[in-house]
């Protein structure tokens, strides 16, 4: 058992690496839209968030396997080319997918996560893990707030879309996730985690694109 849960804190630390690759790229495209500073602080910080992650979830990993783990490999991950849409409404598209949406169906799954954990030290990960993705969710509403109404209805219309992309994607991932989970060991039980997605979009990520004035 503790074999399968280091294996999930593996394939997390890779997929945490990726995340921070990402997060290069939607930083740099923040740039180039001219974004406040407090969204560039909020955005690059998040690049040093996930390489950290990446390093915490790669110790889990060491510690249930009980030997060494490589780190995840460090790579440019490829991003969503949302066809027709222009080279700049792409970046505002990016900047939502990965943040409105992506991390913030993390951190629902971390939610989950920390409610099947009892070991104070997994307990406090999570709960540090959390905190940080919701900062990493805000850098996209922050970024909504900022963009005119036109860029606004342009992104809406591909909301939908890119929601049904993402939470596809998650839910492939979660679905090779065991079926009672590891309670205790802050592995949720599969249909806990996949009810964690719904949950997420239902009462955080609509609500949040109809607070901030996305019309879907
Ligand atoms: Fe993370
Ligand atoms: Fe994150």
Same mark, same amino acid.
């Given at each position: !058992?503790?074999?399968? #849960?280091?294996?999930?804190?593996?394939?997390?630390?890779?997929? %945490?690496?990726?995340?921070?690759?990402?997060?290069?790229?939607?930083?740099?495209?923040?740039?180039?839209?001219?974004? &406040?500073?407090? #969204?560039?602080?909020?955005?690059?910080?998040?690049?040093?968030?996930?390489?950290?992650?990446?390093?915490?979830?790669?110790?889990?990993? %060491?510690?249930?396997?009980?030997?060494?783990?490589?780190?995840?490999?460090?790579?440019?991950?490829? !991003?969503?080319?949302?066809?027709?849409?222009?080279? %700049?409404?792409?970046?505002?598209?990016?900047? #939502?997918?990965?943040?409105? #949406?992506? %991390?913030?169906?993390?951190?629902?799954?971390?939610?989950?996560?920390?409610?099947?954990?009892?070991?104070?030290?997994?307990?406090?990960?999570?709960?540090?893990?959390?905190?940080?993705?919701?900062?990493?969710?805000?850098?996209?509403?922050?970024?909504?707030?900022?963009?005119?109404?036109?860029?606004?209805?342009?992104?809406?219309?591909?909301?939908?879309?890119?929601?049904?992309?993402?939470?596809?994607?998650?839910?492939?991932?979660?679905?090779?996730?065991?079926?009672?989970?590891?309670?205790?060991?802050?592995?949720?039980?599969?249909?806990?985690?996949?009810?964690?997605?719904?949950?997420?979009?239902?009462?955080?990520?609509? &609500?949040?694109?109809?607070?901030?004035?996305?019309?879907?």
């Amino acid at each position: !058992m503790h074999a399968e #849960v280091g294996a999930i804190w593996r394939e997390r630390a890779q997929s %945490e690496l990726n995340a921070a690759s990402g997060f290069a790229i939607v930083a740099t495209e923040l740039f180039e839209l001219g974004a &406040p500073s407090a #969204v560039l602080e909020l955005a690059t910080r998040a690049v040093h968030d996930e390489v950290r992650h990446a390093e915490l979830c790669r110790g889990l990993a %060491e510690r249930y396997l009980g030997e060494p783990v490589a780190p995840p490999v460090a790579k440019r991950v490829s !991003m969503p080319r949302h066809a027709g849409a222009d080279a %700049e409404l792409v970046k505002h598209l990016h900047v #939502v997918g990965l943040c409105c #949406v992506n %991390e913030t169906l993390a951190a629902g799954f971390l939610e989950a996560c920390l409610e099947a954990t009892d070991a104070p030290d997994v307990r406090e990960l999570a709960r540090q893990h959390l905190a940080d993705e919701v900062r990493h969710a805000r850098v996209g509403w922050a970024h909504l707030a900022w963009v005119d109404a036109a860029t606004r209805r342009a992104i809406g219309g591909f909301v939908p879309r890119m929601l049904t992309a993402n939470v596809a994607r998650w839910t492939r991932r979660l679905h090779i996730m065991p079926r009672a989970g590891f309670p205790g060991l802050g592995v949720p039980a599969r249909a806990r985690a996949l009810a964690s997605l719904e949950e997420t979009v239902r009462e955080v990520v609509l &609500p949040g694109f109809a607070a901030v004035g996305v019309p879907l």
